[in-house]
């Protein structure tokens, strides 16, 4: 079972050098070859557009299914607007909340321009949860594509997608989550994360760009939460079993930028998960993002 993580950047198109390319005629087709690509079984992604300007008007979750083949998929939108012109976004007050989309909803990406976070699967979903996490009251100065020195950027909603798969071992369930830049902000969101899926079964799988390096992410998880007392008894006595495995990083290699990547921004954490059956880790390029993406093989 291949598992992977891959921040778009809005399916923006690379050169060589990591500066931005213009999009092509068919501006999905440079994101669909790299899904492909991956040929990825359960598929988390980030910065995903859905009817926006800049990238064709195109619903960008729903290319990447059809691209890896996904039985499922969501795409849960953090906000609805537009880009503004220097940073930050123009908000539809028409829609202020979290939406979530689905197959049902996969057309051309018409409708109410979008962006947010998806997770696609091959395998069968037996239940989907999502949620939203507000913006930090606060942005710090950034390294923007296509712009020199530093530039001011505002922080942004972001948005978390949970899903109980039924795998060939079982049920286990991925989430799949973009996390402030803002420090301390972002490890609140990933603790809050770990609170939200502690009634779902185990194994976990969270996956997706983090915004933390190291053993941060790890660390935060394991001591965010213990199991909740609510829980039958037997399955706390499991889950605490389970627990005593610790959380750990699935792989450990740098995924930004694309071009030349030093830094690891990109994750996936598990717990539940045997360290025997994790084999080969990769982070390939392509010609999408300034991230590159992440994959686990899971011998399942």
């Known amino acids: 079972m291949r598992i992977a993580t891959f921040n778009l950047l809005h399916g923006r198109p690379v050169a060589a050098d990591g500066s931005p390319a213009p999009y092509p005629v068919e501006p999905g087709a440079p994101l669909a070859d ?5 040929d990825a079984d359960v598929l988390a992604l980030q910065e995903v557009d859905r009817g926006q300007r800049r990238s064709g008007r195109t619903d960008q979750a729903a290319v990447a299914a059809k691209a890896m083949g996904a039985a499922d998929w969501r795409f849960a939108a953090a906000l609805h607007g537009t880009p503004a012109p220097s940073a930050g976004w123009v908000t539809d007050p028409a829609v202020p909340g979290l939406q979530v989309y689905g197959p049902a909803e996969a057309d051309d ?17 037996l239940h989907w949860r999502a949620r939203r996490f507000a913006p930090a009251p606060f942005g710090l100065p950034l390294r923007v594509a296509g712009r020199r020195g530093l530039t001011a950027v505002p922080d942004e909603p972001r948005a978390a997608l949970a899903a109980v798969l039924a795998g060939p071992a079982g049920e286990f369930t991925v989430v799949a989550a973009h996390l402030s830049f803002v420090p301390g902000w972002n490890v609140a969101q990933l603790a809050a994360i770990r609170r939200w899926i502690a009634d779902l079964p185990q194994p976990y799988l969270v996956l997706g760009d983090f915004n ?28 605490r079993r389970t627990r005593l495995q610790g959380w750990y990083d699935l792989a450990r290699t740098p995924t930004y930028p694309s071009h030349r990547p030093t830094v690891q921004f990109d994750h996936i ?11 080969s880790v990769s982070a390939p390029r392509t010609g999408v993002s300034d991230h590159r993406p992440l994959v686990v093989e899971i011998d399942a």
């Open 269 to 279: 954490l598990g717990i539940g998960v045997p360290r025997s059956t994790v084999g």
């Open 109 to 125: 990406g018409a409708g109410r321009p979008a962006y947010g976070t998806a997770l696609l699967t091959r395998l069968p979903v």
């Open 34 to 38: 790299a899904v492909a690509a991956l």
């Open 212 to 239: 933390l390096i190291g053993a941060v992410p790890r660390t935060v998880l394991g001591s965010a939460h213990a199991i909740q007392r609510t829980a039958a008894r037997e399955r706390v006595r499991t889950a």
